[in-house]
């Protein structure tokens, strides 16, 4: 479904921690589009020799947002600026949903230097604090 009230289909908010928070209101593929744009530009702007943390909320959409989709894509930024920080995600899903398919897939198909994990979003505490360590 389209964004027709002129608000963006994924919010980004640089918090005080240093977390680049992405929400997506809607999973469309100009919402997919956005993430992936402002991603693009954190990527390009990051010195190599750090660590970008990322908390991704796919729970406020119309329906859940494609992560094999998003999984592509990120494959394919991942060539197109093969020299970047490293990144460790969080992604906060709803209850129910087929993670545990999803998480695997992701692992595979992930670049050795990014780390992502699920977290279900009554859990975000845990997250940030996860995003924040450098636990593996």
């Not at 859940?64 to 906060?92: C, N």
Request: glycine content about 6%.
């Amino acid at each position: 479904m389209a964004n027709t009230d002129g608000q963006p289909g994924c919010v980004y908010h640089l918090l005080d921690n240093g977390i680049h928070e992405f929400t997506f209101r809607e999973s469309s593929r100009e919402a997919i589009d956005q993430f992936f744009g402002q991603l693009a530009e954190i990527l390009q702007t990051t010195p190599t020799t750090d660590t970008l943390r990322y908390l991704v909320d796919i729970t406020l959409g119309d329906k859940q947002v494609s992560l094999t989709k998003m999984s592509w894509r990120f494959r394919r930024l991942d060539m197109e600026i093969p020299v970047r920080a490293r990144g460790r995600t969080a992604i906060l899903h709803n209850p129910g949903a087929l993670i545990s398919f999803v998480d695997g897939f992701i692992r595979a198909l992930a670049p050795l230097k990014d780390v992502t994990r699920f977290f279900p979003v009554d859990r975000r505490d845990e997250a940030i604090a996860w995003v924040l360590s450098e636990e593996r």
